[in-house]
């Protein structure tokens, strides 16, 4: 690692360009990486930015949303990290009927990557007590922190606010449509016109292809958006987010119980029926992901060991 070099923080990526501030109060930069990175910087990451300016490194990951990438049949299966160096995930799903099977998905997505989770059940002007739904939701799901929202009447925008403390990230989850960005523009109130495509502007003309920003909310927060997520295919377990099948799980008799119809099963009854299908059909999923994946590294490894001993018997 080169000797001078200044923390930054990414606040948006571009094809080959990354928007990146600095921890000094500096208008953010448009830079380039110098030479090859071990990683690829994303939205949330903190590197190191040499003398010439360029992205020469970057630094450890805490707290990270990493996703399945929809891949096509018979393609590898791989992953992309959706934001960095998260705090805290808000897990967004609208009123008046919010999906508990994508919340509880998302849920696994972020707790897989070590961020704590809350819930914003969105559009709760649409209902009458949304806040009652939001809180069984919570209590089914083991999350502390579940709030109804609305960008429409303003009411819980207060409630999420209290999370977002200065020096926190989070970052907005969830299905294309549940009110993700509404939601942002709620809570940067008239701030909006500073971000987006007006920073996203430089002399090279405008980058249009803004996909996850990090946000500097008027309280001193940072928010990361995830615009258009179709689908959110786990890629390294649940996490916590089963905290309460996996804890009854442990007095199960069969330490392989799958809590269908084995005797002396201590999950099965205890659990919401809908749950415990939601966590096997999870861990069918990962069981498959954690198939492909042992078969390609099997493959790569192959490959460097035909690769290793084609070197050491060079063609005379
Ligand atoms: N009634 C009502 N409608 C809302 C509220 N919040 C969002 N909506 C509407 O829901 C729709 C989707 O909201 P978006 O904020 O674009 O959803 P998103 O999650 O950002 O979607 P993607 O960008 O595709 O991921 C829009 O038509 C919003 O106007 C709300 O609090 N009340
Ligand atoms: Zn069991």
Same mark, same amino acid.
């Given at each position: 690692m080169p000797s001078q070099l200044t923390r930054a923080r990414v606040l948006a990526q571009y094809r080959g360009h990354w928007l990146v501030a600095s921890e000094a109060d500096e208008p953010p930069q448009l830079l380039t990486a110098r030479g090859r990175l071990t990683e690829t910087p994303i939205t949330g990451d903190w590197v190191g930015v040499d003398e010439g300016g360029a992205i020469a490194h970057v630094y450890n990951r805490t707290g990270t949303i990493i996703r399945r990438v929809p891949g096509e049949q018979g393609k590898p299966v791989s992953a992309q990290i %959706? /934001? /960095?160096?998260?705090?805290l995930a808000l897990v967004t799903e609208p009123l008046p009927e919010p999906k508990a099977r994508r919340l509880e998905r998302f849920a696994a997505l972020a707790a897989a990557g070590g961020v704590p989770v809350a819930l914003a059940l969105t559009k709760?002007? %649409?209902?009458?007590?949304g806040y009652l739904t939001a809180a069984q939701l919570a209590r089914r799901m083991g999350v502390a922190d579940a709030f109804d929202v609305s960008a429409v009447t303003g009411e819980g925008i207060d409630a999420v606010r209290s999370l977002l403390t200065p020096g926190t990230t989070a970052v907005l989850l969830g299905a294309s449509g549940t009110g993700k960005s509404t939601l942002v523009n709620a809570l940067l109130g008239e701030d909006?016109?500073?971000?987006g495509e007006v920073r996203a502007s430089d002399r090279r003309g405008r980058h249009t292809t803004v996909t996850r920003e990090l946000l500097t909310l008027p309280g001193g927060a940072q928010l990361i958006d995830t615009p258009g997520i179709r689908v959110a295919g786990l890629w390294d377990g649940t996490g916590e987010s089963f905290a309460d099948v996996d804890t009854l799980a442990e007095? @199960?008799?069969?330490?392989? @119980?799958?809590?269908?119809?084995?005797?002396? @099963? /201590?999950v099965r009854d205890a659990i919401d029926p809908e749950r415990l299908a939601a966590w096997r059909k999870l861990q069918r999923e990962l069981a498959w992901v954690e198939d492909r994946r042992a078969a390609q590294r099997q493959r790569d490894e192959w490959h460097k060991q035909i690769t290793r001993h084609m070197r050491a018997n060079p063609k005379r």
């Open positions: %959706l /934001a /960095a160096n998260v705090d709760t002007d %649409l209902v009458d007590d909006r016109m500073k971000t007095h @199960c008799r069969f330490v392989d @119980c799958e809590h269908r119809t084995e005797p002396g @099963c /201590a």
